[in-house]
């Protein structure tokens, strides 16, 4: 047990708050912004916990497996918070943070792993094969969100004159469940090709053999135990965000592209990075990407045919800004990925990018 605790990353000490959030959370110390402000920390520091879970899980798996899987359970936080913001009738946050994860694993985690890993390595590779199929489907998922979110504007500006609003928002409900349809099941086909069909075009060309420091059952106790704790901590987070909302002048689009998004995606996050340091960039390729797919792909679906059952279903309607800044982060990652090589300039551009943006987000009303 002593070695198990030795090998968290220190970041994950965060996770003791979790008495805390109760505490706070059961009295109503600490106000709306306190209470944001505390699972912030400690679902950060849980959700590092699901990442070296996954990562030593990983090493009895194979990186390809093991990107898939760290991709997943990292996705668990996102999942979670969207479920409880859907419940509460947070759609626009809920959307915002599905365009917050896109970018934040497109720009944000794979720009850190590139400058972090660029900083040691010179140049760092990954499959071309991967960038490209990768890209590929980012692409078909701007192309999909694009009709749900632009029938309502077709009808403000009387462009179709068979449209309604009553027409509208039937229509606009309708081609966001299609396109949820579509896109999981693109992502059905894309885990045939990457797990099954062309995976020996997925894997690295050299690989490393890497001990792992947990046993199966170890890693697989603990990622159980964080994820029932994510599972409460991210129930209280929404109660937060809603009151913090309520109580401050703070821009919902920033709160859901940026804060939800980042505190969601911490835990493979953390695991890209780190893994990029020791030049295994493939991996942390597969980590970011993957990720970012399974959100566009099936997180987003998900909870669209989610709402369904929950009586108030929830469309695909995003706003202009996340609709041109999601087209314009896979122009910019497609460009610099598509050679299957990095550094640690790329990495940097990557993230004035995502800074940009989050300024932009930041100043939204």
């Not at 660029?118 to 140049?123: D, E, M, V, Y």
């Not at 020791?278 to 792909?297: H, P, R, T």
Request: net charge negative.
């Amino acid at each position: 047990m002593s070695n198990l605790l030795k090998s968290l990353p220190r970041i994950s000490v965060l996770a003791l708050g979790l008495p805390i959030v109760v505490y706070m959370h059961l009295t109503g110390a600490g106000g709306h912004l306190g209470l944001f402000l505390t699972c912030c920390l400690t679902i950060l520091g849980t959700v590092t916990i699901i990442g070296k879970s996954t990562e030593e899980f990983s090493l009895y798996t194979g990186p390809v497996w093991g990107g898939l899987l760290n991709a997943t359970f990292g996705n668990v936080t996102e999942l979670i918070i969207a479920l409880f913001a859907l419940k509460a009738g947070l759609f626009d946050i809920v959307r915002s943070s599905i365009t917050g994860s896109i970018l934040g694993n497109l720009l944000l985690i794979l720009g850190l792993s590139m400058l972090y890993g660029g900083l040691k390595h010179q140049t760092q590779t990954f499959t071309k094969t991967g960038a490209n199929v990768n890209i590929g489907m980012l692409v078909l998922t701007i192309v999909t969100l694009v009709v749900p979110s632009f029938i309502p504007i077709i009808n403000k500006l009387g462009l179709d004159k068979q449209l309604t609003d009553e027409v509208a928002q039937s229509l606009t409900q309708h081609a966001s469940l299609a396109a949820a349809v579509i896109l999981l099941s693109i992502y059905c086909l894309s885990l045939v090709f990457s797990l099954r069909t062309h995976r020996f075009l997925l894997m690295p060309q050299t690989e490393e053999k890497e001990e792992p420091e947990w046993s199966k059952v170890q890693a697989i106790v603990a990622l159980f135990i964080a994820t029932v704790s994510v599972a409460f901590l991210s129930d209280v987070f929404v109660e937060a965000i809603d009151g913090l909302l309520a109580s401050y002048n703070i821009s919902k689009l920033f709160v859901g592209v940026v804060v939800v998004a980042v505190v969601g995606n911490a835990a493979e996050g953390s695991v890209a990075i780190w893994v990029a340091r020791e030049n295994k960039m493939d991996l942390s390729f597969q980590i970011a990407m993957g990720s970012c797919l399974q959100v566009a792909l099936m997180v987003a679906p998900a909870l669209v045919i989610a709402s369904y059952f929950m009586g108030t279903p929830m469309t695909l309607e995003f706003s202009m800004f996340e609709l041109l800044f999601l087209a314009a982060g896979v122009a910019i990652a497609g460009t610099a990925l598509i050679d299957g090589e990095s550094n640690w300039l790329e990495g940097a551009m990557f993230l004035a990018v995502y800074l940009f943006f989050s300024l932009v987000f930041w100043f939204h009303p």
